[in-house]
Every structure is written in C-alpha cells, then in structure tokens.
C-alpha cells in the first residue's frame, strides 16, 4: 500500500523560500504531482514529477527522489495569495490519485 | 480557470437519504474521476469512469455509485447516506487515462449529512 507523510502546517514570511516536504512508502508508481488547494476552491495543477531531480517552473520547484522516497515543492519569493494548502499526490497506473493529507502553508506579511 | 463546474455547491441530507451530484467536464475530456475530501484531509478516490465505463474503484462501499454520459456530464449516487459521508466531493476531468494526465478539478459539492 501506500503512506505519503507531509507536515500539517507551516508558516513563512513575505518574500522568503519554503520547503514543503513529501515522504511516501510505495511498491511502484507513475509520478508524483503537487496540487495547490485555497480554502473553498478546487485543488489546482502545481507539478508532475517523473525521473529523478528538480523540475523548475517560475517561482516553484518540484524535485523528486524515487531511491529515497522522497518529494518537496520548494516556493520561492513568497506572496500572500501562496497561503494554501499543498497536496502531493502519487499518480498510481494513471487512474487513482493518492493525496498526502496537505500541508497548510501560511504566508503572513 | 477550472472548466469543470459542479452541482449543486452545497447540500444537507438526513441519514439514510439518497443523494446525486453532478458534475460537467471540460469539452473533450473523456475521462472523469471521483474524489471524497473530509475537513482537514487529502481528497479520497472514489472511482474513475473513461468513456461511460467504470475504469478502476478505491476503496468506497457499493452504496457510492457513478455514472459518465456521452455529452461529458457525470453524476455521483450515495444511497443510505451514513453521517461519515459529510465531506466535500470532487470531481475531476482529464483527456485520458495513464501517463501525464493533470486532473482538472471543479469546486465541489459540500455535502453535510445530519
């Protein structure tokens, strides 16, 4: 089966860079994704992660280690509207998405 | 801007009722998946339907049933609605199954079973 672990919250400063981590016990899987989810509002795209390494897009990241089993989303130059919620998600044979429980970032000023 | 819209946004149901949501995927998209969020979680899968057929199930009771139509709509049936079932339901599209597939979510039914 599988057991993805992210910290519940996490609160950061305008302008600074954050690391939301992913760890995740698994027999096998596509990729991972990262989903960013605002209160009341339907989770949206962030990343999709395949090999190995960082994939880079603006101001997020997305790096993955499939030996260690092992994901993060790192935001850099924080903004307000980056409080959220951060959902890492493994994409199990391009059916069913398995979603951590989020991590809830909090971004104050 | 998500291109999945679903109804209705919120619902109260009392234990035992019968419930259907719907959900309109984005034109083109064939393949239509289910999710269960409960306060403070990750979203839960329900199923997944491609081309009107059930494509794959995780682990929800026969009471939570779906059906797809050819016009990219989908609904979701909960019979014997439990207090558990309270949660937001999501529905998500994509073009098709496996590989590099973002789902495209809408924003949910709010369902609170009393």
């Known amino acids: 089966g599988q057991n993805i672990d992210q910290p519940t919250e996490m609160t950061a400063t305008e302008g600074a860079i954050v690391q939301i981590n992913c760890t995740y016990q698994?027999?096998?899987?596509?990729?991972l994704f990262w989903y960013q989810q605002h209160a009341g509002e339907a989770p949206t795209f962030l990343s999709y992660?395949?090999?190995?390494g960082l994939e880079e897009k603006g101001r997020f990241s997305s790096f993955l280690s499939r030996s260690k089993g092992y994901s993060y989303l790192l935001l850099k130059e924080l903004q307000m509207k980056d409080s959220a919620s951060y959902l890492c998600?493994?994409?199990?044979?391009?059916?069913?998405?398995?979603f951590g429980k989020g991590t809830t970032l909090s971004v104050s000023s | 801007e998500t291109g999945v819209t679903q109804s209705p946004t919120h619902l109260i149901k009392t234990r035992g009722q019968q419930v259907t949501l719907r959900c309109s995927s984005q034109s083109g998209h064939n393949t239509v998946s289910w999710y269960q969020q409960a306060l403070g979680q990750g979203p839960q899968f329900i199923f997944q339907y491609y081309r009107e057929e059930e494509n794959g199930r995780g682990n929800f009771p026969p009471r939570f049933s779906g059906l797809q139509f050819p016009n990219y709509s989908s609904e979701l049936n909960v019979n014997a609605l439990e207090l558990d079932d309270s949660a937001l339901y999501l529905c998500?599209?994509?073009?098709?199954?496996?590989?590099?597939?973002?789902?495209?979510f809408g924003n949910g039914t709010r369902l609170t079973v009393t």
């Open positions: 998500a599209s994509s073009p098709g199954t496996g590989g590099y597939s973002p789902l495209h």
């Open positions: 998600a493994l994409d199990q044979a391009g059916t069913a998405l398995i």
């Open positions: 698994t027999s096998g899987f596509n990729g």
């Open positions: 992660n395949v090999l190995d």
